[in-house]
């Protein structure tokens, strides 16, 4: 029952504005700067946020709240207390597992030191795979994730209507070569518990831990 306004990324400021929002929240990560200028010179209430990292993701979750008229939030507030506690882990260098995170299958797309998803991978006390890669959303070939040989596989389940998480499982567990498939730690992640920059990254953190 709710109404469509337009891909996020290419949404008509006209459109939202016939809406007559009472706010308007946009991302810095994802919406267009240019989307967010005519909306305000409209006269509508727009609040941009930031949730590229994950102390921004908790700031941006409290102005949100804020704003809303419920600042003191007890999700918001678990949010904050559960990346607090999980903090300390992530407070040196980690030399744990080296962990490669799926987020697409076709093309093949991970995540560099550039996304909130390392940073959990490494408050959790992994490596990323593919940490130090020159681009924030890298795409190697299958052949170059084999050659670094992963201790752990997640691979996120970007819908509940698609096999390709289970399809990607399948798979990298060909490669019985492979350290994780050894030791049978190649997981799928549930929908939106590491690609979603909110709330559900309570269970994303207890999940990676």
């Known amino acids: 029952k ?34 967010v200028t005519q909306l305000e010179a409209l006269g509508l209430r727009v609040l941009t946020v930031n949730s590229q990292s994950l102390k921004q993701i908790v700031h941006s979750m409290e102005v949100v709240a804020a704003a809303l008229g419920d600042p003191d939030n007890a999700r918001v507030s678990e949010l904050r207390k559960t990346v607090r506690s999980t ?66 596989i997640v691979i996120c389940k970007l819908t509940d209507t698609s096999r390709e998480a289970e399809n990607a499982r399948d798979f990298w567990l060909r490669f019985k070569q492979l350290k994780a498939v050894k030791a049978g730690r190649v997981h799928i992640m549930p929908v939106d518990w590491l690609t979603k920059p909110g709330l559900n990254l309570m269970q994303g953190i207890r999940e990676l831990r």
Not at 103 to 122: A, C, K
């Open 87 to 152: 903090s300390p882990v992530g407070a040196r260098e980690p030399k744990g597992p080296t962990v490669f995170v799926q987020i697409g299958w076709e093309p093949l797309v991970t995540v560099s030191r550039e996304t909130y998803i390392d940073e959990l991978v490494r408050l959790a006390g992994g490596r990323g795979a593919f940490s130090e890669a020159p681009t924030k959303y890298p795409r190697p070939n299958p052949e170059e994730v084999i050659a670094l040989n992963p201790d752990v």
């Open 2 to 35: 709710v109404a469509r306004l337009g891909p996020y990324n290419s949404m008509s400021a006209e459109v939202v504005y016939a809406s007559k929002p009472d706010l308007v929240l946009a991302s810095m990560d994802g919406n267009d700067p240019r989307l």
